[in-house]
């Protein structure tokens, strides 16, 4: 099994940063899912729906939704089975819970997400 753990997530205030970071089963089924598919940081603010908000391929191309572009930066450490998300000049909007997943995601691999509150 795949299981996807999300941590770094907080209070910070506007304009701040922060890191997240997202570590995936070192096993054979988490260090399989990181060799050959896409990854992305998705987030879910209070009466909204989950959106996929930065991607990365194998390749390490990033795509990111025009909300965050130029703000965030997604990485991905394959032999760590990591994938980070740098949030930069972060705003009250940025608020949610974020996840990590595949891309597109699979259900089965939601995490419990964590936390980023933007406010003053």
């Known amino acids: 099994q795949v299981q996807l753990v999300e941590s770094g997530g907080g209070l910070v205030h506007p304009g701040g940063s922060q890191r997240l970071s997202c570590a995936a089963s070192r096993n054979i089924f988490g260090i399989t899912v990181f060799s050959i598919k896409d990854l992305g940081w998705y987030r879910q603010a209070p009466g909204n729906q989950r959106e996929l908000v930065a991607a990365?391929?194998?390749?390490?191309?990033?795509n990111y939704t025009d909300h965050v572009k130029g703000r965030f930066t997604i990485s991905r450490d394959n032999a760590k089975t990591m994938v980070y998300l740098q949030m930069n000049n972060l705003k009250p909007d940025d608020t949610a819970v974020y996840y990590c997943?595949?891309?597109?995601?699979?259900?089965?691999?939601w995490g419990q997400g964590t936390q980023v509150t933007v406010s003053s």
């Open positions: 997943n595949t891309g597109p995601a699979t259900d089965r691999y």
């Open positions: 990365i391929s194998l390749d390490g191309s990033t």
